[in-house]
């Protein structure tokens, strides 16, 4: 009933840019939460940075300053806007949206494919 796809990965050398796009459809009523996570090879995934009603937001302690989560008000496209790259943030890079149904107005949770960050000279 909701899709989640991500996109904007690719390989980039240490220090560059990249900005990830989530884009969210289907029976949505709201959207309450998006958050943008990573799992690198034999790793646990991990929450990279949120963002919430009224636009707060949180980011894990080894991306702040170089990480920006943005999004539009209805929060079905967000952004992550990652800067001054490095290798250990390499990763695949998942996308989960927390929100309302229309409809049932039931709860819902959906996650997107991935899309791949490599960080590499």
């Known amino acids: 009933q909701v899709q989640v796809v991500e996109s904007g990965g690719d390989l980039v050398q240490p220090g560059g840019s990249l900005r990830l796009s989530c884009a969210a459809s289907g029976s949505i009523f709201s959207i309450y939460t998006v958050g943008w996570y990573r799992q690198a090879p034999e790793k646990q995934r991990e929450l990279v940075a949120a963002i919430a009603d009224g636009d707060s937001t949180n980011y894990t302690d080894s991306v702040k300053g170089r990480f920006t989560i943005s999004g539009d008000n209805a929060k079905t496209t967000v952004y992550l806007q990652m800067n001054s790259l490095k290798p250990e943030d390499t990763a695949v890079y998942y996308c989960?949206?927390?929100?309302?149904?229309?409809?049932?107005?039931?709860?819902?949770?959906?996650w997107g494919q991935g899309t791949q960050v490599t960080v590499s000279s």
């Open positions: 989960n949206v927390n929100g309302v149904l229309r409809g049932s107005r039931d709860l819902f949770t959906s």
